[in-house]
């Protein structure tokens, strides 16, 4: 599976389909406040993950009760329940998925494709447990469990592998080392203006308001962007520093995420003025 994978990761004729489809989804999935939603940017967390476990919780949950006799109305149940929900939680993996980077984007249009065919199993599963033919219906309900993890195992390998839509920017914090490191002094801090320094070699970002200073990751969750690159705009009465790459934004006074792709806030640092220079540490 990990050398079939690894070509998969480089199989260039799956983007005529992948980019096609792309355009699909940013097409359809057209206004931001929708992406928004769909990539979780109002929890903080990506919205697809969480939204999984309910067709799987289902359709596990179904599986068991298909061992257990007089237990076929409950089973047809859970397996309807898990076959619905799955529509919207393929709707936010698409949007999610429309983000990534080519290589990604590959492994996830596999992914999606593999999702699907259970999700199809699983319908007729439905269709033939509603028709009274229960032993079609759980034979096909093993087949689709069995489809549907096939994809989850394509899944972890898009997330933890390649990293889609895990937060980026986090494992930075590992190289900082304990304690306070001074960062420039206060009076050559521009205001309303960013600045990029290092602790440790790990890039951060400064942006002074007045007397308050921000201190901030400088990597984006997102797909490792360089926020000291982009720029500052107003958002909901909020300066927010933008992605330049895909246009993620974060509130500069909290780190919280204001706008997609990025599911994920951005880590802020503790800082503190020593002697008329800033300094800052680990959370």
């Known amino acids: 599976m990990r050398a079939l994978l690894t070509r998969v990761e480089q199989a260039s004729e799956l983007d005529r389909t992948g980019d096609r489809l792309q355009r699909v ?39 068991v009760l298909d061992l257990m006799p007089g237990q076929r109305r409950p089973a047809t149940v859970l397996v309807g329940l898990g076959t619905v929900s799955a529509i919207p939680a393929a709707v936010a993996g698409l949007n999610d998925w429309a983000a990534l980077s080519r290589e990604q984007r590959r492994v996830g249009l596999v992914h999606a494709a593999t999702n699907t065919v259970g999700v199809v199993i699983y319908a007729g599963s439905l269709a033939a447990r509603l028709y009274g033919r229960h032993g079609i219906g759980r034979a096909l309900g093993m087949l689709g469990l069995s489809t549907v993890s096939l994809g989850a195992y394509v899944g972890g390998h898009l997330a933890y592998k390649q990293g889609a839509q895990v937060n980026q920017s986090v494992p930075e914090l590992n190289r900082i080392s304990e304690g306070w490191h001074s960062l420039a002094e206060m009076d050559s801090l521009p205001q309303r203006t960013l600045v990029t320094r290092e602790v440790d070699d790990v890039s951060v970002i400064l942006y002074r308001h007045g007397d308050e200073v921000t201190v901030m990751l400088e990597r984006c969750p997102h797909q490792g962007g360089p926020l000291g690159e982009g720029e500052v705009q107003e958002m909901d009465g909020h300066a927010c520093v933008v992605c330049p790459w895909h246009g993620s934004a974060f509130r500069l006074n909290g780190g919280e995420v204001m706008q997609g792709p990025s599911g994920n806030d951005q880590q802020i640092l503790p800082t503190r003025i020593q002697d008329g220079v800033l300094q800052t540490r680990l959370p």
Do not use: E
Not at 30 to 46: A, E, F, Y
């Open 25 to 63: 989804v940013l097409g359809t999935l057209r206004p931001r406040r929708l992406r928004d939603l769909l990539h979780g940017v109002t929890l903080g967390h990506p919205l697809h993950p969480s939204m999984v476990q309910v067709p799987v919780g289902a359709w596990i949950s179904a599986a």
